[in-house]
């Protein structure tokens, strides 16, 4: 009775969903206000810093300041001028070169060195990265991204599976109205709806500026926040394209207008075209277990739900942080009082050229000029009184050192000057790999912020790459040669599992320490190095493309690492007739030697013992075929030559008598050589384990035993 409780029990527990308690819209319009009251100057401070960079110093001509200057009845309009001389751009330019300079990317690293399994994940993990870069254009994503890294001082993408994207795979089914049901043709196939198509879906990186992203006020951290909301402005056509059944909330108040921070014009712009699509993302947490999702306007929520594969899609990273506050400070924070003044005093200087720059004639009460008489190349002037005198013009010189002094500090202060040190090109290769080392240090910090932001990036690409990617995608990255892979790449939902995504700033000095690394290493111990092992290195080379060309060299380890990885999930790969079956009995029994192999099942244990068996059966058969191959007939030409070998002869008086055994010479050469043939066979024995050895020689007595010894012969006399 109480085990039928309990399973009873166990049943309720397993068919209970427990509910999900979902924000409401009042209570996201809430969490909205509050949030964006909150980072208003933050946000302000990023748009004014975009301004800034490009040059738009002067763009709010409605502020208090320029109404004081335009209304001011002591100033001509020609005092109103303003320049802009453009040094935060520079700067900025410069910093982002020295992020993109280094080539900031990822490397995979298998969590246990000793692990078939992580090395091989890693591997897979890399391949299907390196087609993603280059199928997304993260090249050119990583140049906006690290723009807005610099500029705005907070770089923020939202990776995500699109299914209304990539080529057309197909179209949906007719739909009867009256049953609900597809409808079908005379065949009994589905009829489709070439209105409707289907498309094959695909990953997007939407870059989010900081100014769009909004946080939570108690968040401390943008990556533990437990919420993240982005805005943007989208065209209700479109809008309604993605939510028609949604229309009320989309087309509600039509003469609604939004005010849009444009930089093309300077400031901002208005739009009635446009809607405010606010995108609530959760983080997995006991509320949301899977993470949760809201897509809203001001009017209604249009789609909420789980989060795909329990992925958080918002990835953030910060230029500076400021203690207090989550979010981040651009260098241009730092240049702004510079440049504020390096124009100040530059306009003024063009003031004081503009309205006190030319010469001036200073001429007393009574004095009078005229013009004097024309002659070639001569200009002369008459006056009457006392002699004129000439008041030089102003060129606004008492500025200069001013903007001087600023620009000075200016650059100074931002760590310009150490960058722009002269460099001797005129290095060797280890003096160059010194230097470099050295250099990085100058912006290693915000370099490696942002390859912290690189490394998140990769990590939800991948994991929503497991959930999302078909095997036929999967294949054209890593190739049809591992295909039999993919099981490894999909084994687990989280990648940090398997694979340390690092840091990798793979510029030439990087490479070029690599390959010397690598040369080293094949000048001194090449030699004891096997084929397969060389192999292996010259396809770690940096400058070495790998394609096919080493394929005959590491075939063997490729077909070695597949097969235990198979068996390894419980399969039972085939036995190919013509695998090193040397090579393949020494790693599967090497694998069985491991720690860990006592605790795979029984099964998966004994999975290996029968395939070592059967590539020793193999290896032993191969051995025979080939010996029996060279040992043809034996020779008895030649003439016969007594050995210390005593063989029974008949004596005269019909019984036996010990006599040296005769043979042919040829006989002796020829077992000689078989011999020396065999000595070399049994050599090769020397890299198995002994137990192995004892098999092996059990199996070639067992299949090739010894021949019957003949019948005692006369010898010829010689």
Not at 20 to 35: A, P, V
Not at 94 to 117: M, R, W
Not at 573 to 585: A, L
Not at 655 to 664: F, H, L, R, T, Y
Request: net charge negative; with cysteine; proline share 5%.
């Amino acid at each position: 009775m109480l085990e039928q409780m309990e399973q009873m029990m166990t049943e309720m527990t397993a068919n209970e969903q427990p509910e999900i308690q979902t924000h409401s819209k009042d209570e996201l319009d809430e969490f909205y206000s509050s949030s964006d009251g909150i980072d208003s100057e933050v946000f302000a401070e990023m748009r004014s810093s975009l301004l800034l960079v490009a040059g738009d110093h002067y763009a709010r001509r409605d502020s208090s300041f320029f109404r004081r200057i335009r209304d001011s009845k002591d100033l001509s309009k020609e005092q109103k001028l303003r320049l802009t001389k453009n040094h935060v751009r520079k700067i900025c330019q410069l910093y982002a070169n020295n992020i993109v300079s280094t080539n900031p990317s990822v490397g995979f690293t298998p969590k246990d060195e000793a692990s078939t399994h992580d090395l091989k994940s890693a591997e897979l993990h890399k391949s299907v990265w390196r087609d993603a870069y280059v199928k997304h254009n993260i090249d050119d994503k990583v140049d906006d991204w690290v723009d807005s890294y610099v500029q705005i001082g907070e770089v923020h993408t939202k990776v995500f599976w699109d299914e209304s994207m990539g080529p057309v795979v197909g179209f949906e089914p007719l739909i009867d109205e009256a049953t609900g049901q597809p409808k079908l043709d005379f065949l009994g196939n589905k009829m489709q709806d070439f209105t409707k198509p289907v498309a094959s879906g695909e990953f997007v990186f939407e870059e989010i500026f900081g100014f769009n992203l909004l946080r939570p006020t108690e968040c401390k951290d943008l990556d533990k926040a437990e919420w993240l909301c982005s805005r943007k402005m989208v065209d209700k056509a479109q809008l309604l394209k993605k939510f028609p059944d949604k229309k009320e909330f989309i087309t509600t108040d039509q003469d609604e207008t939004y005010v849009i921070f444009d930089i093309t014009k300077g400031g901002y712009g208005q739009s009635n075209k446009q809607t405010m699509l606010q995108e609530f993302f959760f983080r997995p947490c006991l509320r949301y277990p899977n993470g949760y999702f809201y897509y809203k306007t001001k009017s209604g929520i249009l789609a909420q739900g789980e989060l795909p594969a329990g992925i958080f899609p918002i990835i953030s990273q910060s230029f500076d942080k400021l203690k207090t506050t989550p979010r981040g400070r651009s260098p241009v924070k730092t240049m702004r009082p510079y440049q504020a003044e390096i124009n100040r005093a530059a306009s003024k200087m063009a003031e004081h050229q503009i309205t006190i720059g030319d010469d001036k004639l200073l001429l007393q009460n009574g004095s009078k000029v005229s013009a004097g008489a024309s002659l070639p190349g001569v200009r002369t002037v008459n006056y009457t009184g006392s002699e004129p005198k000439i008041l030089a013009g102003r060129d606004g010189s008492q500025y200069l050192a001013t903007i001087t002094q600023n620009i000075t500090e200016l650059y100074q202060v931002m760590m310009v000057a150490e960058d722009s040190e002269m460099k001797d090109a005129k290095l060797d290769a280890y003096t160059l790999l010194f230097r470099s080392a050295k250099e990085k240090k100058k912006f290693q910090r915000y370099i490696k912020g942002f390859e912290k932001f690189l490394i998140k990036v990769v990590k939800a690409y991948l994991n929503l790459a497991k959930a999302h990617l078909p095997d036929d995608a999967v294949i054209y990255a890593i190739g049809k040669n591992e295909q039999v892979n993919i099981p490894e790449f999909r084994q687990y939902s989280d990648i940090n599992i398997d694979v340390v995504v690092e840091a990798q700033a793979d510029d030439i000095e990087t490479k070029l320490g690599k390959q010397l690394v690598q040369n080293h290493i094949l000048q001194y111990v090449g030699a004891n190095l096997s084929k397969d092992e060389i192999g292996k290195i010259i396809k770690q080379m940096p400058y070495v493309d790998n394609g096919e060309a080493f394929d005959d060299i590491t075939i063997d380890s490729d077909s070695a690492m597949n097969d235990i990885l198979a068996l390894d999930r419980g399969e039972q790969p085939p036995i190919n007739q013509y695998d090193n079956h040397e090579y393949m009995i020494k790693r599967l029994s090497l694998r069985t030697r491991k720690s860990d192999f006592k605790f795979l099942p029984p099964e998966y244990q004994d999975n290996y013992r029968k395939k070592i068996a059967l590539h020793q059966q193999f290896d032993a058969k191969n051995k025979i075929e080939i010996q029996r191959a060279e040992a043809g007939f034996i020779p008895t030409d030649g003439a016969l030559i007594s050995v210390d070998f005593y063989v029974d002869a008949p004596n005269s008086t019909g019984g036996v008598k010990q006599q040296k055994a005769k043979i042919p010479y040829q006989a002796i050469d020829w077992l000689l050589n078989q011999m020396a043939a065999q000595g070399a066979s049994q050599k090769s024995f020397e890299n198995y384990p002994q137990g192995i050895q004892a098999e092996i020689s059990q199996m070639i007595t067992q299949q090739n035993p010894a021949p019957v010894q003949p019948e005692p012969f006369a010898p010829q006399q010689v």
